[in-house]
């Protein structure tokens, strides 16, 4: 079975930066997707970063280009998520998420994805 299981949660001050990991295993299909979304407190969950495992290619909500960076090691299964110049706005519990589509369309959807991590919390603090 599917199982994403993500690390690297913790508290920093605005400015400060952490790296995620989200360790993959049991995928069936190839060519999978990986995202991570996140959920502050009383908001809906919205996505951050995808990365296709194949080849590569990324894409960012407009809110974390240029200080959010996904990639992967394949070798290792696990797909990370560096994150610097952290605002208190970035504060959420991040999941990450895996869909067997070869392709980055509409990968910002929540219900383009069946599988999802317990998630990790990320606190930014002034």
């Known amino acids: 079975q599917v199982q994403l299981v993500e690390s690297g949660g913790g508290s920093v001050q605005n400015g400060g930066s952490l790296r995620l990991s989200c360790a993959t295993s049991?995928?069936?299909?190839?060519?999978?997707?990986i995202a991570w979304f996140r959920q502050a407190p009383g908001k809906e969950r919205e996505a951050v970063a995808v990365?296709?495992?194949?080849?590569?290619?990324?894409d960012y909500a407009d809110s974390v280009k240029g200080r959010f960076t996904i990639s992967q090691d394949t070798a290792k299964n696990t797909v990370y998520l560096e994150m610097h110049s952290l605002k208190s706005e970035d504060t959420a519990m991040y999941y990450c998420?895996?869909?067997?589509?070869?392709?980055?369309?509409?990968?910002?959807?929540?219900?383009?994805?069946?599988?999802w991590g317990q998630g990790t919390q990320v606190t930014v603090s002034s």
């Open positions: 990365i296709f495992a194949t080849g590569g290619a990324t």
């Open positions: 049991g995928f069936t299909f190839s060519n999978p997707s």
């Open positions: 998420a895996a869909r067997g589509i070869p392709s980055l369309g509409l990968w910002y959807q929540i219900s383009a994805y069946k599988y």
